[in-house]
């Protein structure tokens, strides 16, 4: 049997980092005025709600639920979210914060992989989100660059 401490930890940090990644999403998709684009958001939102349920599951499987109270966020925490999300949408396009959104969320998931604290089928499961996540972004990026070929195209055939 491995040492819970560890899993329940790595656990932890994947949980945290779905969370974020899902009011990222939300927000994005709040603001969005594109459909194909905000469908999508709302798609990725989701697929971290469901990744943040699969994970509490397994802490409650290693016999804890007191770790999830250490997730969760105070108010100031989520404003100041918030806040650095507006200003660096501000800095930066829209296809830059993903990626910088996604490649935090891929480095959480490549180190708690890394740790080897996992039971095996925890482990599946984890490997399973961390290749959704390729997939999905590669959705989210098709989706943002998608209309804008459509549109150049449209533009250089009419010249």
């Known amino acids: 049997m491995k040492n819970t401490s560890p899993v329940i ?22 603001t969005s005025r ?5 469908c999508t958001f709302h798609q990725c939102a ?13 802490l409650i499987a290693y016999g804890t639920t007191q770790a999830l109270h250490s997730v969760a966020e105070n108010m100031f925490q989520k404003l100041s979210r918030k806040l650095r999300l507006k200003l660096y949408l501000k800095t930066s396009n ?22 080897d604290s996992l039971t095996f ?3 599946k499961d984890v490997k399973a989100q961390q290749e959704a996540l390729r997939e999905n972004f590669q959705l989210v990026t098709d989706s943002m660059i998608y209309p ?5 195209s449209s533009v250089k055939a009419s010249a």
């Open 34 to 38: 594109n459909a194909q684009i905000q």
């Open 148 to 152: 804008f070929q459509v549109r150049n």
């Open 94 to 115: 829209l296809l830059n914060c993903c990626a910088y959104v996604e490649g935090l969320t891929q480095q959480e998931y490549k180190e708690v992989l890394e740790h």
């Open 46 to 58: 989701y697929e971290s709600i469901k990744f943040d349920e699969s994970l509490s599951k397994w």
């Open 121 to 123: 089928a925890a482990l």
């Open 9 to 30: 930890e790595d656990l932890v940090r994947l949980i945290r980092v779905n969370r974020e990644r899902a009011e990222f999403y939300k927000e994005l998709a709040a």
